[in-house]
């Protein structure tokens, strides 16, 4: 789906390509997942491109496709979702984080945003994410982080402690939920180094209809 001319994909390749600091990317692929090989290919501007087939895409959710990511990730590393488009600038901002886990936010606003949110303190420190369905009538969002999904983890993080909880999530045969409900359950402990990273709204789109395409491309 390109928006402002250039198809997502391409526009998260080419900001990792632009880092400098980024050697390897990791594309979970299901649906056309041949065509998506096919159009990048092995290497893109200096980026090594691995592929990992979730074979079960259309009866599973995100949580399923990051537990095949198992035993790939050697270092640190960004989660990034293909249904955003963003700035240069926003993944230069959470690239330099050195947290246990780093979580990129916008402040929530009730007029172009839904889904999960983030509460922290004034630290920056994640306290509790809560999803959609957990925000009640009179949930006070004035205090409300909105998730991106972007993320940055540290190598001993997400292989010793979040790959783990996702992988025995799955075992227990919840294949359709979200990822984020097992980072919300590390989040609820308090034994990590999770923070949030603020930035501006206008520095991210997430497409997930036609209007959120318009609103992107008449920015």
Not at 64 to 90: G, I, M, P
Not at 154 to 163: A, D, E, G, I, M
Not at 196 to 217: G, H, R, S, T
Request: charged share 25%; with cysteine; net charge negative.
């Amino acid at each position: 789906m390109p928006v402002k001319g250039k198809p997502l994909l391409f526009n998260t390749l080419d900001i990792l390509s632009a880092t400098g600091r980024i050697k390897d990317v990791f594309i979970v692929v299901g649906y056309k997942a041949d065509l998506v090989k096919e159009t990048i290919g092995e290497e893109y501007q200096g980026l090594k491109i691995h592929y990992i087939y979730n074979e079960l895409y259309s009866t599973t959710n995100n949580v399923y496709s990051l537990a095949k990511v198992k035993n790939q990730v050697t270092s640190d590393c960004l989660l990034l979702e293909c249904d955003l488009f963003y700035t240069q600038s926003l993944i230069e901002r959470i690239i330099n984080e050195k947290d246990d886990c780093d979580i990129v936010v916008s402040q929530y606003n009730p007029q172009t945003m839904n889904g999960t949110v983030i509460l922290s303190d004034s630290e920056n420190n994640a306290n509790q994410l809560v999803i959609k369905k957990h925000q009640g009538e009179g949930f006070d969002y004035s205090k409300a982080w909105k998730t991106v999904n972007i993320y940055k983890f540290k190598q001993l993080f997400f292989n010793n402690r979040l790959l783990p909880a996702i992988c025995e999530y799955v075992r227990s045969g919840n294949l359709q939920n979200y990822y984020e409900l097992v980072l919300g359950s590390l989040i609820y402990f308090r034994d990590n180094n999770i923070k949030i990273v603020p930035v501006d709204e206008n520095m991210w789109y997430e497409i997930d209809d036609q209007n959120d395409l318009k609103i992107a491309n008449d920015a």
